[in-house]
């Protein structure tokens, strides 16, 4: 499931690469899935499959072996993850990769990790074998910085706080070997990349990159929280989701785990070569 989504696609680009076959759901299925097309299509089955829908999920699941879930955020994002896991409960799915986030547990101070820790939870209880990812933040979200970074600013709330950042691709990659290797099955794995970054240091960076000055300008929560909501025109839930997880990676100092490079034999993508990769989109 999120075929078309920010690990789901890179998911299925890993599946392809090694030749797993893969059926990709989606509630759009007669638009491409994004990079299957051309020498890698035959392996790509598409289907429709939408998580409200409960008869599309039991057709979308019907000879399928495994499945990987990943749910857009959204105020209805516990409900539709607990079906999708009764359904493949009932068709007899016999191993389930869930994308999960970091502080997902009872008490958290971000109400999606909540979230996350309900569907986990959920997902104990089926008695489905299963594998939890909790990865932080996704190298990709910084492309949606551009606009400020062109402008010359990066807005934020962390302070002088490392952010720990991990490339799709490596969640992707670590993904397909939970989906296919019995030794990395059926355990919850914390995801991130070789190191934190603050927002002034990442700042640093980008104007070493572009060749102009940018700078990071550090808000209160409710600033920022208001500037989301005003210049970016986020809903509100999701602008308190952001406001959220910044005060807790204040709160919570982040520091980089080893699962990705434990888990794939190599070292995970580094932040200045996805930045490096990306220019393009920084710059003026
Ligand atoms: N962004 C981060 O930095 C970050 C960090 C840690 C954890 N996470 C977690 O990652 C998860 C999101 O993963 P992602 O970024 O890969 O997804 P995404 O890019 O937000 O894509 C969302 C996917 O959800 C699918 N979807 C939405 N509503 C659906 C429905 N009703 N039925 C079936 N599919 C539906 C969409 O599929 P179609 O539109 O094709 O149907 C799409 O592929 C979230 O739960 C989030 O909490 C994110």
Redesign the pocket.
């Known amino acids: 499931?999120?075929?078309?989504?920010?690990?789901?696609?890179?998911l299925v680009h890993s599946l392809l690469t090694s030749g797993t076959p893969v059926r990709a759901?989606?509630?759009?299925p007669n638009?491409p899935i994004p990079g299957t097309t051309g020498e890698h299509r035959p392996a790509v089955e598409v289907r429709y499959?939408?998580?409200?829908?409960p008869h599309s999920l039991r057709t979308a699941f019907e000879g399928a072996g495994r499945l990987f879930l990943?749910?857009?955020?959204?105020p209805?994002?516990v409900e539709?993850?607990t079906r999708?896991i009764d359904i493949a409960a009932d068709s007899g799915i016999g191993h389930v990769v869930k994308?999960?986030?970091?502080a997902a547990e009872p008490g958290s101070p971000v109400a999606?990790?909540r979230?996350?820790h309900a569907v986990e939870e959920h997902l104990r209880a089926s008695g489905l074998p299963h594998t939890v990812l909790?990865?932080?933040?996704?190298m990709?979200?910084l492309l949606r910085l551009a606009p400020g970074v062109i402008r010359g600013t990066i807005l934020g709330t962390t302070g002088d706080a490392p952010c720990n950042y991990?490339d799709?691709r490596d969640?992707g990659d670590v993904a397909a070997a939970a989906l296919t290797r019995p030794d990395i099955a059926g355990g919850t794995y914390t995801l991130t990349g070789s190191e934190a970054v603050s927002h002034p240091e990442l700042a640093s960076r980008l104007t070493a990159l572009t060749g102009h000055r940018i700078r990071y300008v550090d808000l209160t929560p409710d600033e920022l929280r208001a500037d989301l909501i005003r210049h970016a025109r986020m809903p509100a839930w999701l602008a308190d989701h952001v406001t959220e997880?910044q005060q807790l990676t204040v709160a919570r100092p982040e520091t980089p785990t080893t699962t990705v490079g434990d888990i794939l034999g190599r070292p995970p993508r580094t932040l200045d070569a996805f930045l490096h990769e990306h220019h393009a989109h920084f710059r003026r």
């Not at 499959?49 to 829908?53: G, Q, S, T, Y």
């Not at 994308?99 to 970091?102: E, L, Q």
Request: with cysteine; hydrophobic share 45%; net charge negative.
């Open positions: 499931m999120g075929a078309t989504g920010a690990t789901g696609n890179a759901l989606t509630r759009t638009t499959a939408d998580a409200a829908d990943a749910m857009a955020n959204g209805a994002q539709l993850e999708v994308i999960s986030a970091p999606v990790s979230g996350h909790r990865p932080y933040a996704f990709q979200n991990v799709c969640i997880i």
